[in-house]
Every structure is written in structure tokens, then in C-alpha cells.
């Protein structure tokens, strides 16, 4: 158990859509990331957060975007969905901005 | 921009040593390191090279040469359960997230 939690585990829902993935870093943990995981594809970085402001963007779509609560737990929202956004979405965290990251189970999303 | 490399698929037979290789290039380099993947699950961390050398952790072991850009993990005394895939991924010096090559699958045979 990394102490980092995703919520849903799963998550299916139809084309056009909305979904909110939520996650709760390890206690102490400041930075939170988001990376995207699709079927027999590495992993993709989406966006960071580092004590509630974004530190970096990587190749997010539009129709998504993220944020990081005061208590330090994130979302990320993701909209119109479309097919091709089924995959798993993993959240990790660190205490600062380097060294290990530690992932959640992961929240794996189903378009129909 | 970074480009991370490693090879797509392996074989190896229990008991046996593998290295697995990564080559990347980089702007702004903060440490390579390897995670475990098993189909479906989260990443778990094996190891983390920021200098130049060899740094070993039980079966497994991680060589980093910063001026040639690679990278190697070793593992020795192949075990069954050790067929997974397995993540090269290097730091950014300003942020800390972590790019991520493809992986390897490794395929650990009796």
C-alpha cells in the first residue's frame, strides 16, 4: 500500500460525458501527479501540482484540467469524453518536487 | 524535450540474469529511475540513480552513465513472478515529475 488513494476504481461511462477522478496523496505529500496509462501504452504525464498550484503540464487535452484542494487531495475532471480516453489514470505524489513517486491503484476509465 | 528508449519485449528463464536498457536524451535532468509495472497494477519503485555508477538493492541492481545517457537494471535469480513490466523514467531538474519511457515487458519462463 503506497498510502497514495484513487477514487473510483472503476468508472464506465458513454461518449459526450463528464467524470471527476479523485486523489489523496500520502500524508505529508505536497506534489500530486497525474499520468494517463492506455492499453499497452507507457505511461503519459498530464499535470502536477505542488501545494495547490500548478507546477507543470504535460500532453493534458483541453477537455481535461485538474486542480489541488487546500487539504491537499486533487482532481481531475474530464470532459466530452471520447473513446479513445478509456485507459487507466493514475494519481502519484511526493513529498517535494523530486525524488520517488508513489502511485495510487489507479482509476481505470471505460467509454462506451 | 526528452526521449526515453528501452526495449519493447523480453525473455529470460528462471534463475537466469537480464539487464534491461534505457537510453535517453534530455533538458534538465534530476535522476533515472525503474519501476515495476504487473499488468494492471500501480507502478511500484525499484531504484533511483542520480551519479554516475552502479547501485544494487538485493536481486536487483541500477547502472547509470550520465555522459552516455544510459541506463541498465539488472536483475539476477529470475523468479516467476518477476515477469512484469518494467519502467525507465527520468526526473525533470525543475518539477520532479517523472517521464516515462514505453517499459519492458519481461517474460520469465520455467
Known amino acids: 500500500d503506497s498510502g497514495v488513494t484513487q477514487t473510483p476504481k472503476h468508472l464506465i461511462t458513454a461518449t459526450g460525458q463528464r467524470v471527476t477522478l479523485r486523489c489523496s496523496p500520502r500524508s505529508g505529500d505536497l506534489s500530486v501527479y497525474w499520468y494517463q496509462q492506455s492499453l499497452d501504452q507507457g505511461l503519459q504525464f498530464l499535470i502536477q501540482?505542488?501545494?495547490?498550484?500548478?507546477?507543470a503540464k504535460g500532453n493534458i487535452l483541453e477537455r481535461f484540467s485538474a486542480q489541488q484542494f487546500p487539504d491537499l487531495h486533487s482532481e481531475l475532471n474530464l470532459s466530452s469524453l471520447e473513446l479513445g480516453d478509456s485507459a487507466l489514470y493514475f494519481c502519484?505524489?511526493?513529498?517535494?518536487?523530486?525524488?520517488?513517486?508513489?502511485f495510487g491503484e489507479g482509476s481505470r476509465l471505460t467509454v462506451l | 524535450g526528452q526521449n526515453i528508449d528501452q526495449p519493447t519485449e523480453m525473455t529470460a528463464t528462471e534463475g537466469a540474469i537480464v539487464q534491461i536498457n534505457c537510453t535517453y536524451q534530455?533538458?534538465?535532468?534530476?535522476?533515472l529511475f525503474w519501476y515495476q509495472q504487473h499488468a494492471g497494477e500501480a507502478p511500484t519503485f525499484l531504484s533511483y540513480n542520480v551519479l554516475d555508477g552502479l547501485e544494487e538493492k538485493g536481486r536487483f541492481s541500477s547502472f547509470l552513465s550520465r555522459s552516455k545517457g544510459y541506463s541498465y537494471l539488472l536483475l539476477k535469480e529470475l523468479q516467476m513472478k518477476d515477469s512484469a513490466s518494467y519502467l525507465c523514467?527520468?526526473?525533470?531538474?525543475?518539477?520532479?515529475?517523472?517521464?516515462f519511457g514505453q517499459g519492458t515487458t519481461l517474460q520469465v519462463k520455467p
Open positions: 523514467a527520468v526526473g525533470s531538474s525543475n518539477t520532479g515529475k517523472l517521464i
Open positions: 502519484a505524489s511526493s513529498f517535494g518536487t523530486s525524488g520517488e513517486l508513489f
Open positions: 501540482y505542488y501545494n495547490g498550484e500548478e507546477r
Open positions: 534530455t533538458s534538465g535532468f534530476n535522476g
